[in-house]
Each structure stands twice: as C-alpha cells, then as structure tokens.
C-alpha cells in the first residue's frame, strides 16, 4: 500500500529537514522552496494527506497557493496548516478565510507540529470516509428508489391496462394521457407558477394520470362494450366509474406516499369535472376542482376526440382542439385552455406519430 504523502514548502532547508525529520517515517515526503514548485508537486500527486506551508517565500508565497487550492477546489480535501513567522493577526485571519486547517508560529515546536498534523489528517481523512459513504449510501437510496419506481410504474400501465383490455382498445390511450399531461404541465409550470408545480410533480401527477378510468374495471360489459351511444340511465352507471376507482384506490392508500395517492384520488374522482359545475360525480365549480384534474380532463378528452371509438369516428386533430376550445365538450379552467392553446403543435405531432405505428398486433 502506498504511503500517503505530505508536501513540506518552506524556502528555508533547516525547516524542511526539521520538519522531514518529524514524519519521514510514516509518510512519503515531498518538499518546495517556493509557491511555484507547490503547485506543481500538487498537480503532480495525488495522495496529498497535509501540505505544512510557509508564508513569505520567494517567487510566490504561501498566500498564493492557497489561492491556487481555492481555484482548484482543493482546500476541502487537502488540509493545510500554514506556519509562519509573521505575528500580525491580519495574516491569521487571511490564512482561515481561504480555510486553513490550522496556523502555526515560528518558532515552533516540533511535537506540537507533529501532534496537531496527525489530528488534523485524521480529522480530513474521517470527514472523506463519512463523505464517501454518504454518497455511497445516496446513489444506493436512489438506485433502489428508481427501482421502486419502475416497478410502480408497471404496475400502474398494467392494472390501467386491464380497463383498456376489457375495452377492446390498444393500450395506447393510458400511454397517450400520459404524453399529453406532461406536455401541460410543464406549459403550467413555466406560464402559471401560482400553481407552484415542480418536475417532481410533473412526474407524480403524469404517472398518476394512468389511472383515471381504472374505476371501468367495476362496470358491466353490457354498458362498456356498447357498440352505441349509452341510454341516460346507462350512462348514470358509466359515470359512477369514478367513484369505483376511488374505492378501488383506497385499498391502495397505506401502501402508497401521501401525495401520489392525492394525485391519483383527485384525477381518478374529479376528471369528469367541468368548471361551469355540469361536471360530475360531485358537480364541482372552478378552483374546486384539483389542477391535476383539470389537466387530465383536457387530455382526456382530445384523446377521445381524436381516436376511434365504437359510437364515434376520429375528428381531425384541429376540429378536436377547436371543440375543446370553443367550449363543446364542456367547460374547462382557463389557464389549462390557455396552456393547451400553447401546446398545440406538441397534440398535433404525437397523434401524427402514433398513427405511423400499428400498435394492434
């Protein structure tokens, strides 16, 4: 195993020997008559534990080094103790604003040189291991939470996936919801900080999204596969697929952090919400309605405009997004209008690039 190695930088040899002499025997020792040769024999080294430094020296001093390991970042992982024959307390206070471990006064002692360098090495390399382990431990944490995630995720496409199945659908419309709400909320994010929506929820209610309709599981075939428009008293039954999805997600609820199950109960209950109040399950007005819902509702609904269906044909990408606006399929928060006015292009281009796939075989 290699020795780890103090650099001793003094113009005056007596105090590098003196000096020499105290560590020689534990570590490999480098020296520099000047501020110059010690930043080369940094550059140089990789197994610095200490540098002993001198203040006044020929061709650079000590102050310039320190101002080199500032630069270089490295005053917070090679310790210094500056040693100096100056008395003027300015000096000192200089020396600790670059961060100096320790300032010491010539002349010194030698054992106490020794002593205070041993504990401030084991002090530096105390603090590296705890640094490095407490990385170690965060790349681990996140490891394992990008792992839950993942699992989460599928878990969340596949039960989605159940209704869509039952539906005789693709599958491409939990994929889609989840495309368009994205795309929304970072329009909100960006135009309507009010809202105080952040990437991490962006991500949160995007995944959330997936289950909106997961209620459908608990509504006969004979309404859901309908080959035509529902009768009022069947569509009383569709609608009531919000709250079975809310029933269904309480099961979930210990199971699952406070906020994804928020987002998740709100788009699930109130998707179907509308701004004027004709919305449903619970009629709600305005700000009432969660904005994860109200962003869910207008993806929602464009996907169902622009997709097929048994009781419908496709509308037009601009026909769609003009009924929405034009307030034909109910009315909707003004800001999620405004963002989905913003995001027009982004609908348009990835209805056109999914209808390049053929996701039904």
Same mark, same amino acid.
């Given at each position: 195993m290699l020795k780890q190695q103090i650099l001793i930088v003094d113009d005056e040899e007596i105090n590098r020997v003196i000096l020499r002499g105290l560590f020689e025997e534990e570590y490999e020792i480098l020296e520099a008559e000047n501020g110059q040769v010690a930043t080369v024999q940094i550059e140089n080294n990789s197994n610095i534990a200490l540098i002993l430094l001198d203040v006044v020296m020929p061709v650079m001093d000590g102050f310039w080094v320190l101002e080199y390991m500032k630069t270089h970042d490295l005053l917070e992982k090679i310790p210094v103790i500056l040693i100096t024959g100056e008395t003027i307390l300015d000096s000192d206070d200089q020396a600790y604003a670059y961060g100096v471990a320790d300032v010491m006064h010539k002349p010194f002692y030698p054992h106490i040189v020794r002593r205070r360098a041993k504990n401030i090495i084991e002090l530096y390399q105390n603090k590296y291991?705890?640094? +490095?382990?407490? $990385?170690?431990?965060? +790349?681990?944490i996140r490891a394992q +939470? $990008? $792992?839950?995630? +993942?699992?989460?995720e599928f878990m969340i496409d596949a039960l989605s996936s159940v209704v869509e199945f039952r539906s005789l659908e693709t599958g491409e419309h939990i994929r889609r919801i989840k495309y368009f709400t994205r795309i929304l909320l970072k329009y909100l994010m960006k135009y309507f900080p009010k809202y105080g929506i952040t990437p991490a929820q962006v991500d949160e209610i995007a995944r959330a999204s997936a289950l909106h309709d997961i209620g459908k599981i608990g509504i006969p075939d004979a309404i859901l596969l309908k080959p035509a428009r529902l009768t009022p008293e069947e569509f009383e039954i569709m609608k009531t697929h919000t709250t079975i999805g809310c029933d269904i997600l309480e099961k979930f609820r210990d199971k699952q952090d406070n906020e994804f199950y928020r987002y998740c109960y709100e788009i699930c209950r109130y998707h179907h919400e509308r701004w004027d109040g004709n919305g449903y399950p619970d009629h709600l007005v305005g700000e009432e309605i969660p904005i994860s819902a109200h962003i869910v509702a207008v993806a929602d609904v464009y996907d169902a405009l622009v997709s097929p269906r048994v009781y419908k044909s496709i509308y037009a990408n601009n026909i769609a997004y003009d009924m929405i606006m034009n307030g034909e399929c109910g009315q909707f928060s003004p800001d999620v209008l405004e963002c989905f006015a913003l995001a027009k292009e982004d609908f348009f281009n990835i209805v056109e690039v999914i209808k390049m796939f053929d996701f039904s075989s």
């Open positions: 291991y705890m640094q +490095e382990r407490l $990385k170690e431990q965060e +790349e681990a +939470e $990008k $792992k839950l995630r +993942e699992g989460n």
